[in-house]
């Protein structure tokens, strides 16, 4: 079974430019996942899709941060503008239902200078 | 916010010895889970245990959960250079998505 797939793994940006992160799921899982992770914290969720629709996106800078969930499978989490705070890992994750076990891609390391 | 809280939040031991990290928490929830994260393999899933379960083995490793006392241990066995990584529990509240602790870093050196 193939994993989570994400892109691109590496981003470097100025502040205030916008940036787009893409995910892949797990074939057949419902529900998808956005973590912010800042270094040396646990992954923070930002927004949990099941299906195509918004479960949970209370940590979500609406201001600045999108994500959508096309025809329930991909999903792309964009940041416009950036900020030097917005620098961190960015995982995407997957699950065959809500509160199960978590598959996760590898990542994009973002850094805003 | 951050529901779990590993201890300690670093950990160095010899190839062989056993590791013990602990995990606490605030509310009520339907799972636990631990993950590990190393830089090659990214953040995986290790094991989960439910509230209704104490004890829950895999391989080398043993997860404990007293909801008691909103705590859960887990026990890694005859370490390894391999198990090197940082270990994060994280809860399942009862209608809430996974919330993640800030991690043990565990150091197994031969």
């Known amino acids: 079974e193939a994993g989570v797939a994400q892109s691109p793994r590496y981003k470097i940006i100025e502040k205030?430019?916008?940036?787009?992160?893409?995910?892949?799921?797990?074939?057949g899982h419902a529900t998808l996942y956005w973590y912010?992770?800042?270094?040396?914290?646990?992954?923070?969720?930002?927004?949990?899709?099941?299906?195509?629709?918004?479960v949970d996106d209370s940590q979500l800078p609406k201001d600045r941060f999108s994500a959508e969930r096309l025809k329930g499978v991909d999903s792309t989490?964009?940041?416009?503008?950036?900020?030097?705070?917005?620098?961190?890992?960015?995982?995407?994750?997957s699950s065959r239902s809500?509160?199960?076990?978590?598959?996760?891609?590898?990542?994009?390391?973002?850094?805003?200078? | 916010s951050q529901q779990g809280e590993e201890d300690p939040q670093a950990l160095s031991i010899q190839e062989g010895e056993n590791a013990t990290m602990n995990c606490s928490y605030k509310t009520s929830i339907n799972n636990l889970q631990w993950y590990r994260q190393n830089s090659g393999r990214g953040l995986v899933h290790l094991i989960l245990i439910r509230?209704?379960?104490?004890?829950?083995?895999?391989?080398?490793?043993?997860?404990?959960?007293?909801?008691?006392?909103?705590?859960?241990?887990?026990?890694?066995?005859?370490?390894?250079?391999?198990?090197?990584?940082?270990?994060?529990?994280?809860?399942?509240?009862?209608?809430?998505?996974?919330?993640?602790?800030?991690?043990t870093t565990l150091s197994v050196s031969s």
């Open chain 1, 16 to 27: 205030r430019q916008s940036v787009a992160f893409w995910c892949n799921p797990i074939s």
């Open chain 2, 51 to 103: 509230s209704n379960e104490r004890e829950k083995h895999s391989g080398r490793l043993r997860v404990t959960l007293d909801t008691s006392k909103k705590s859960s241990s887990l026990l890694i066995t005859a370490s390894r250079a391999a198990d090197t990584a940082s270990y994060f529990c994280a809860t399942d509240a009862k209608g809430t998505a996974l919330i993640f602790g800030k991690g």
């Open chain 1, 36 to 54: 912010q992770q800042i270094l040396g914290q646990g992954p923070k969720l930002l927004i949990q899709f099941q299906n195509n629709g918004v």
């Open chain 1, 77 to 93: 989490l964009k940041i416009q503008p950036a900020k030097l705070e917005d620098s961190a890992v960015y995982l995407c994750a």
């Open chain 1, 98 to 113: 809500t509160g199960g076990e978590q598959y996760f891609g590898p990542g994009t390391r973002l850094t805003v200078t």
